[in-house]
């Protein structure tokens, strides 16, 4: 691209939804056409230019194709036809569909879908068979849900099926999704589908090298490209220069003088009139590097005399570490010992809808309105004030539900710098990363390199469990810290251990960070706990059933760290009596067969005081607002809100209005722990409450919270039985599998989530947590060089798995109700793929002998205790 590219191209027309259009001949292709200049949304922006998502799918003279990959010089003449474009009471036939069989959870991926629907259903009307379906969706990715209700709503409208969308009702019901219908269309707005009058974009320039000082940073270039308003460095920040939710050490840009620690360190900020003219002349920015040697090596790195990130003075972020009873002892006199090293690899969450902030100043009053997408709003306020030195009363920050995040919107992104830059324009600027920018900015999972000793004894009881884990936790705290000490706090499973010692270690590296992500360490660890009671039921002669059942954490039992667990741990054992006939059928049935049991945690614990708020509020205009502190992301956290408000309050859910921005104190950290619905499911329910008391008055708001406030600390001293969680779900889960050929038949997931708010949206929970860990468990990697880069810098290279690779999957809800939670609830959203994984392993070995321990396990096998 040069100067002259926004100048020299000529202006093409074309016909779009039947209307004839002209437009710009500089766009990169037909959908930014679409988006930027045309301003048609439905079409969604997920991985532009690769075409690897299908979000973008579009048809063209009545061809269905991806369009961020038709180049402008063939589009002149051509007719587009977008979801906006259909018939509306086929668009309805969708919408709909989608809504009533929960094929949607976030619904950025959707309005694409929709449209290679269309066509098949199109061309082969009721012929359409599933499997042939599954297969056109290989253009298409969504990592919300396993693609198995999706399916079910395809062949819906293909059959011609007469379907019934429920309203949602109360805590019970199978209702539609909060904005389903919107969403399914693509009428619901994301962060980067908002448009406001005089709207700018900004684009990142990101640092060369991992480990770098930072010598000049020269801006001339850049300040002189078509269309540039202004360029922002560290130099223009007024007040704090790092961020982070636990500690502030990321800086949101790296000053001359400073030092880069990771290749998503960004250097400037380049803002102009359109987006293609921003990311552009963000090109230009000219940097001088003095180049350092990485960190890359997580085993050296504990002993390396280079400290791996800037202005810190160590590379241990932090040990998390406890012990129970004589381990050695216990081992020497155990009839069965076994010790194995186990390898987890870091993962990219993938979620569809790439970071997005739009910043809009008020001049007048001396405020700034952010719309985010991230998972803790107030968080995002309190460090966007701290940057800005603003009061907090000056910045509101409205979520706007977001395209999926799975722990990787934790982190601010690019909010700080989009709020500088709007702030210091006193002009809106938005700015959306592309997908390079993405992978290379936010938080991923944790690669663990996890060292067992297990033993037990003759009948097959556990008696010792010692671990050693050292995980990768790049370069930022994030919340690197919490994820290895949740691993510590797991390292048992779900297992009553007499004796334990763990110690678990986070270490800073110039790899990519890793941070928060759906199972936060519970899965690292006990694929490697699962492990290795397989290995010891091997030397007994007994199955992974039976060990299970043996050593199942009951009532009363001292677990892992040392808590006494509660009756809600009886879900453990519900999950297992459950799956047993099947499991007993399938073996006689000659089928390879592996079987996973995990427990993961709901809410933060360790000690923290946890605060959740809600608002209800009865307005003159007939409706109820209700207002929580949770960021909705496709797991269905304001459907939840909603439900817990019918049902309390007895109202039609049409007339219910569900809310979440800063006016309002109610959010304290991240959507984050499995704790979403059953915290906002508590505060909503107190508010309606309060409210019902007072004879709900119109215009007041009635607050309601709910506090946890008596979990203790892992390993904290003189208590020899913290409460490390006040809240666990459970899960059992086998694979089938083909002896010969080792392909995956079914999947039967049994899940405990204490009371089912919406059983089908659980359903579809666990469907996309049971796919996304079949990928984690086989195909999934994002591993860096020896620069810190990472190397697979596409959706396609992650190893996602695609439609056509995704066995049956048979969910089956368990309701064993937590005490002290509201109507019993425990969480669902991230035990889904604990224990997937490991039964993945065990079906493997079932079929071949073959011990693994690395994942994933398809790429890489190697033996690491040769």
Known sequence: MTDLAFTSQKPVSFVVDGRAVTVAGDHPHLLSALREELNITSVKDGCSPTGQCGSCTVMIDGKVQVSCQFPMSKLAGKNIVTLEGIDEAERRKYAEAFASCGGLQCGFCIPGIVMRAKAQVDKKGPDLQRQDMARHLGAHLCRCTGYVKILDAIEAVA???????????????????YEAI???LGDRDYVDDIRVPGMLHAAVHLTAHTRAEIITIDTTRALSAPGVVAVFTAADVPGDLYVGIIDRDWPV???VGGKTSFGGDILALVVADTLRQARFAATLVQVTYKEMRPVVDVIAALEDSEIAVWNTDTNILSRSEYARGDVDAALATSAHVITEIFQTQRIEQAFLEPESTLAVPDAAAGTLHVYSGGQGVWDDRDQ????????????????????GAFGGKEDMSNQAQTSLAAWLLQRPVKCTFSREESLLVH?????IRMEYTVGCDEAGLLTAVRARMVGDSGAYASVGMKVLERAAGHATGPYHTPTVDVSSIAVRTNNPICGAFRGFGANQAQFAMEGCLDRLAADLGISGWEIRKLNVIRPGQVWGPGQIMDE????AERCLDEIKPRYDAE????????????????GLGNGFREVARAVVRFCSNDTVEVRHGWTEMGQGVHTVALQVAVEELGVDADKIRVIVDTTRQLGFGQTTGSRGTLMAAASVQRACRAASADGRQLNVDYTGEYVIDWTQHLGEPGVEHPVIHSTFGYAAQMVVMDPKTQKIERVIAVHDVGRAVNPQLCEGQVEGSVHMGLGYALTEDFPSDDRGYPTNMTLRSLGILRPKDVPPIEVTLVECPQPNSPYGIKGVGEIGLVPTAPAVAAALHDADGIWRHSLPMVANNQDLND
Do not use: Y
Request: include cysteine; hydrophobic fraction near 35%.
């Open 384 to 403: 966007i004030c701290a940057v800005l030195a603003l009061d907090s009363s000056q910045v509101t920050v409205e979520l706007v539900s977001n395209g």
């Open 568 to 571: 809600g741990c009886i879900g």
């Open 182 to 184: 919107e969403l399914a």
């Open 159 to 177: 059959q011609d099926t007469q379907v019934h969308v429920q309203k949602s009702g109360g805590i019970g019901s199978s209702g539609m999704k």
């Open 253 to 255: 840009f790296i000053p």
């Open 443 to 447: 938080a991923k999972r944790h690669p």
């Open 587 to 602: 073996r006689t049935a000659g089928k390879a067969v592996g079987l996973g049991l995990g427990l993961k945690n709901s």
